[in-house]
């Protein structure tokens, strides 16, 4: 299907599993516009009609009617503006915010049964997904993004090689034999895990994963190794990579390692500037044929001391 109709069979999905297309609103007998227009007034308090308007993007006329229906059932109240005596000022009464409460309540409880046969990988992912669409549909206005950097949690390691294996094919199209090169690595940090010398980090986008990075003890005591390093698309530009990297880096100093090193390919360039960028220095490059492609290796070192 193209794009168009992709998007309009997503929308008929969409408003049919939610309930939009009944009369009212969650077995209320309120419209969906009439509760988002409840809504509106319980979040941001005090405001006129042009405000709501202007915030739902709603005809005037129609949102006029809607008004004067919550009037007559003393839903809502208006006072004349302080600062601008010709604007009328509109507000919940009680009987509105327990209106809204209901209406709230219902909806939380909806959702909550959406969501309640999906694992936390799924609520991961349909999370992300939603977040993706709403920055792709809102550009420029999308809110803000909370970033922030955890310790390791169960789960955790079998995520970071899912998802480093599914995003490099995806983007460079290595095979399934990556992801056993991930386990791999990832087995042999559980088993050897020491304490005070080795760490992974997880990095969080408005609390869905958004990256990883680890660092791992050498063959060389006075040597350690960054590994893993990624960061998921809907997360680039906003330097978490960047942040992970230095973070490692830190820690190794802290603990006493003399060097870090890192082994990469050639083809992840944003990768490599943040390696360039933090100190980084290219000391050998060999050719080899992994993941189903040729590819050159590269190994990068910095000296902490």
């Not at 909370?146 to 899912?162: E, Q, S």
Request: net charge neutral; charged share 25%; with cysteine.
């Amino acid at each position: 299907m193209s794009a168009v109709e992709e998007f309009r069979s997503f929308n008929r999905f969409f408003t049919k599993e939610i309930g939009l297309l009944d009369k009212h609103l969650l077995a209320s007998d309120y419209t969906l516009a009439e509760g988002r227009v409840l809504y509106e007034l319980a979040k941001n308090r005090e405001q006129t009609a042009a405000d709501i308007g202007r915030s739902l993007g709603m005809d005037k006329a129609h949102l006029s009617r809607i008004l004067a229906r919550f009037a007559k059932r003393d839903l809502v109240h208006g006072r004349a503006s302080p600062d601008h005596g010709k604007q009328r000022l509109i507000s919940l009464t009680d009987a509105g915010r327990r209106a809204f409460t209901v209406l709230d309540n219902g909806s939380q409880s909806q959702i909550e049964g959406l969501l309640a046969p999906m694992d936390d990988t799924m609520r991961r992912q349909l999370v992300t997904s939603m977040r993706q669409i709403q920055a792709i549909l809102d550009g420029e206005k999308e809110p803000r993004p909370t970033v922030t950097y955890r310790d390791l949690r169960p789960g955790d390691l079998g995520w970071v090689a899912h998802r480093q294996a599914v995003l490099y094919h995806e983007e460079y199209g290595w095979d399934w034999t990556y992801e056993g090169l991930a386990c791999d690595i990832l087995g042999k940090f559980v088993a050897n895990f020491k304490p005070g010398r080795e760490a992974g980090w997880i990095a969080e986008n408005a609390g869905t994963v958004a990256g990883s990075v680890f660092l791992m003890e050498s063959e060389d005591p006075a040597v350690a190794k960054l590994r893993l390093l990624y960061v998921e698309p809907g997360a680039r530009g906003l330097g978490i990579g960047r942040t992970l990297v230095e973070t490692c880096v830190n820690r190794a100093r802290e603990v006493g390692y003399r060097q870090i090193k890192l082994w990469t390919n050639d083809v992840l360039v944003s990768a490599r500037r943040i390696y360039q960028a933090v100190g980084f220095r290219l000391v050998d490059e060999d050719k080899h044929h992994s993941f189903g492609h040729d590819l050159t290796g590269q190994t990068w070192v910095l000296d902490l001391q």
